[in-house]
Every structure is written in C-alpha cells, then in structure tokens.
C-alpha cells in the first residue's frame, strides 16, 4: 500500500504557509477532521490576558482572531493532536501551554543567526517580531539567538512596565539568551519564533520541517 502524504489545516491561511507544505509533499485541507498537523500562522499580537499580563503600550491584539484559534488549539492540545506554530501562532501556543511574552524587544526586525542548541549548530533565521517568548518549564528550549538589546514585559496589574537591558559589544562572544523554538514534546506543541514560511530562506524551512518530525508525533 502506498504511503499517504500527511495533512496539515493551516489557521488563519490568509498569512500564508501552504506552498512550504505543498514543496515538501504534505496534502493542504480545509477541515481540521483528518488533519494530522494544525498550524498556526503569523500576525498581530496576542492578548496579554492569555499569559497573565496587563497590555504594554506597544501591544496591539487581535481579539477577534484569538477567540477563533483560542478554541481550535485547545481542542487539539486537549486531544494531543500535534500542533505547531510560527510566530504569533507559536506564542499563541506557548502562552497557552502555560508561558509568558516579552510584549517587547529590539532588533528582531531583519534575518539573524540562532543557534541549535543540541546540536551546536549556528543557522539563519528569518525575523520580523517585536515580542518575544517565554517558555513555561514544561518546554525545552530548541533555539535560541542573540539579538536583542531591550525587552520588556507587564505585571498582571498596574501599568509599571519591566524593562530589562542588555549590551554586547560586537568583539565578544555571543550571549545566546533570545528564546527562538520551543518543543513541549509532552503537549504534542511545537512553537518558533522565525518565519519559515518566508521565501529564500530554504535551510530554515528545511530545519522547521526536521523540528516538526523531531518534536512531534504524529
């Protein structure tokens, strides 16, 4: 018997996803019945009530759209369906499964270098966020990057933001502190910062698909 190829139903498809799953054999479908991966996509940011924090003065959520994929990962998180996430979908994803945001960072506006941290492995990775993860310790950090000079995140109450600075000098060694990729093996999750979705990047789209089959059982 031929092996059938696997069935992704993209959330929110308008931000674009499915030629990177088309390229590499996956079957792209409109219902979530019979999909072995959901993913979700790209976009504005998340409500800072789903992770406990007042909103930052340069947070702009989409409650709208977090209503609708509110109920479709906890659906699929509650039945262990793999699901995986690019950017806002993935700190969607974290902050469900228990995480946090830096609501925002600096410099994670254009391409820069991550490292794999099992491996060692220093790789591009595409960029275009201003928030940034924090993993709940249930989740095993995967990437991580060294770009950010600024972060800063807000109390559950009250409007005293936390800023926390960083400076490096361009002679020293990397302080690989930005958390990139997330793996919550147990929740079935999986949650990148980067874009690999984004055209002329094929090694990081190659990479996305090797954390998919890694971290994921579907």
Not at 103 to 125: K, Y
Not at 126 to 148: D, E, F, N, Y
Not at 186 to 211: M, S, V
């Amino acid at each position: 018997m031929p092996k059938r190829n696997k069935k992704v139903f993209i959330v929110e498809p308008y931000f674009g996803c499915d030629h990177i799953f088309k390229a590499r054999g996956w079957e792209v479908v409109d219902s979530i019945k019979g999909a072995d991966l959901l993913q979700f996509t790209g976009g504005g940011d998340i409500n800072p009530a789903l992770y406990g924090q007042v909103r930052h003065k340069t947070t702009y959520p989409s409650e709208a759209r977090d209503a609708r994929e509110v109920v479709l990962a906890r659906l699929a998180l509650k039945d262990n369906r793999p699901v995986a996430g690019i950017c806002r979908g993935g700190q969607l994803l974290n902050a469900l499964l228990g995480g946090s945001m830096w609501q925002d960072v600096d410099n994670h506006d254009t391409p820069h270098d991550v490292v794999e941290l099992e491996t060692g492995e220093v790789f591009i990775s595409s960029s275009t966020h201003h928030q940034m993860m924090i993993p709940h310790k249930s989740g095993k950090v995967v990437l991580m990057g060294a770009k950010s000079t600024i972060r800063r995140r807000m109390p559950p109450t009250g409007t005293h933001e936390i800023t926390t600075f960083y400076t490096r000098s361009k002679n020293s060694p990397k302080n690989w502190d930005d958390v990139e990729a997330i793996a919550y093996e147990e929740q079935n999750a999986f949650c990148i910062q980067g874009h690999p979705e984004y055209r002329n990047f094929d090694d990081f789209t190659d990479k996305y698909f090797d954390y998919l089959r890694r971290y994921l059982t579907f």
